[in-house]
């Protein structure tokens, strides 16, 4: 069942319990309410019969024919209505009974509890202790004294009469319609918000389908702070990664198959060349053949490589790495390619901002120390490579901050365009191709530099150094607290 329905449905059913138990509860407590209306309503009448039975009382000193006094009230009642109407001088039987106005039963007892008067004649006779009369209003002499008690109506009898009875049930049937009417209501609301809610879940398994079916799609609204505007864009941003993967993957086979043509067309061409004669076959060409399988072999090796670090599968010998060593050593390695292009390289220690841990000139990394050092060969190789001829290349280290130590390396070269940042450290990717390629550059270097950096859980970003080109900073985690474990 589709979630839209069964959510209907579970609202519908959550209104309907509430509605229901609504319904039954409502009954006991309309009950109660209304035999507290009666009860309150019985209780002036009874005080009234009290004040004409102590009248009673009095006049005939005792109880002899209250009974019949009761019995006989509706017709003095109608007789002195009668009396009111037409005069003292009309006779006869009343036009008007007042009977139906005095139905109630008023049942009165005499001071020990024997039932001396009830106008239904249920109980006359019988005695009652005074636990059964509480509910009574006493009948009081004169002289103060408890004559008697009097109930009339619900106070003697707790069962409803027909036109209460008629009342309630009524107040219980719009009660029970209320809650039926509110349960339709909650089914077509239920209904209309569910499937409000379910249309972006649906959206999402439509997307997420497509993508699976290895299709690109455009990225599915998230609007909202809700769960599910949290999952479209997660989605979304899962969706995005998918197609810059793919498009990266597409490119990748496309670039390799691109860079090793040209070794491959120039070796094929001196093999062809010396097989047909056009070439000689001496010791010349074939230098040149095996330099061109020495390049092809480079390149597969560095794709290879770069794949092994990229699927994980890299074995990082981790230990303690003396940043400034390996920097300083770095440095004095490619001071003779440096002087051949009259580039001033130096290694300046730690950086200015640096503060008192300059003076220690150590910085330690949780690293592996030739993975290490193939990332500063890396980035020193491409400044040494793009900085002009009479520039500089600058080293420097950054401070150990506890979690973090790392180093810069910088030169006076073109420097990178901010737009280009991100790419520089895809595969392949080179800014000038044309120049790149002169100097030798495949566009792996810094794909690498990324790859090592990432696998150390390290970071490498590249901004503007004030020599006027690129300051590459690369962070990686610091080997344990400040102080120890440092190397000799
Ligand atoms: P390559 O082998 O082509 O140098 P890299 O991955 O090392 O490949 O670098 C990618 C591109 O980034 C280079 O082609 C170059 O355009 C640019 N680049 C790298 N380092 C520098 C630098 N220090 N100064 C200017 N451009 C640089």
Redesign the pocket.
């Known amino acids: 069942m589709k979630i839209r329905y069964r959510l209907a449905l579970s609202f519908a059913a959550v209104v309907a319990v509430s509605a229901a138990v609504t319904v039954v509860l409502s009954r006991p407590a309309a009950e109660s309410l209304f035999r507290q209306l009666a009860f309150a309503g019985d209780a002036e009448k009874a005080k009234a019969y009290a004040g004409l039975l102590a009248e009673f009382h009095a006049e005939r000193n005792g109880w002899a024919g209250v009974q019949d006094f009761l019995l006989g009230l509706p017709g003095l009642f109608s007789a002195s209505a009668d009396v009111g109407i037409h005069g003292a001088a009309s006779g006869g039987t009343p036009p008007v009974s007042l009977a139906p106005f005095l139905s109630d039963r008023v049942v009165v007892a005499d001071d020990r509890g024997v039932i001396v008067g009830d106008t239904a004649s249920a109980v006359l006779g019988s005695f009652h202790p005074a636990a059964h009369l509480a509910h009574g209003i006493p009948v009081m002499s004169a002289g103060g004294a408890r004559v008697g008690t009097v109930l009339v109506g619900s106070m003697v009898d707790s069962s409803l009469t027909g036109a209460e009875e008629r009342y309630l049930s009524a107040v219980l049937a719009a009660v029970a319609w209320s809650a039926a009417a509110a349960t339709a209501c909650a089914v077509a609301l239920g209904f209309l918000l569910a499937s409000r809610f379910t249309k972006s879940i649906a959206r999402l398994a439509a997307a997420a389908g497509e993508v699976a079916a290895g299709k690109r799609v455009d990225p599915v609204p998230a609007e909202g702070r809700d769960e599910v505007a949290e999952l479209s864009r997660a989605f979304n941003a899962m969706a995005a990664d998918v197609a810059r993967l793919d498009e990266a993957r597409r490119r990748l086979i496309a670039d390799s198959a691109h860079e090793l043509r040209t070794p491959l067309t120039l070796i094929r061409g001196a093999v062809e060349g010396m097989l047909d004669g056009v070439l000689p076959a001496d010791r010349a060409t074939l230098e040149s053949v095996h330099e061109e399988t020495l390049r092809l072999s480079r390149l597969v090796d560095t794709l290879r490589e770069l794949e092994i670090i990229q699927s994980g599968q890299i074995e990082l010998a981790i230990e303690g790495v003396d940043l400034a060593r390996a920097l300083s050593k770095a440095v004095g390695l490619f001071a003779a390619a440096a002087a051949e292009r009259s580039l001033a390289i130096e290694y300046a220690g730690f950086a200015e901002s640096s503060g008192p841990d300059a003076a220690s000139d150590k910085a330690e990394a949780r690293g592996d120390a030739l993975r290490v050092g193939q990332v500063i060969y890396?980035l020193l190789d491409?400044?040494v490579?793009?900085a002009p001829a009479g520039g500089t290349v600058r080293v420097s280290l950054l401070p150990d901050d506890g979690t973090a130590v790392g180093f810069s390396v910088e030169?006076s070269?073109?420097?990178?365009p901010p737009e280009l940042r991100e790419r520089?450290f895809e595969r392949f990717?080179?800014?000038?191709p044309s120049?790149?390629t002169a100097s030798g550059?495949?566009?792996?270097?810094?794909?690498i530099v990324a790859e090592i950096v990432k696998a150390h859980g390290g970071t490498v970003s590249v901004g503007r150094s004030e020599l006027g080109?690129?300051r590459?900073t690369v962070t990686l985690p610091s080997f344990g607290a400040r102080g120890t474990g440092h190397q000799a």
Not at 413 to 416: D, R, S
Not at 429 to 432: C, E, I, L, N
Not at 441 to 447: C, F, I, K, S, T
Request: aromatic share 12%; proline share 4%; no cysteine.
């Open positions: 890396n491409n400044a490579k793009y030169d070269g073109p420097g990178i520089i990717y080179r800014v000038d120049r790149s550059g495949r566009g792996l270097g810094l794909a080109g690129a590459f």
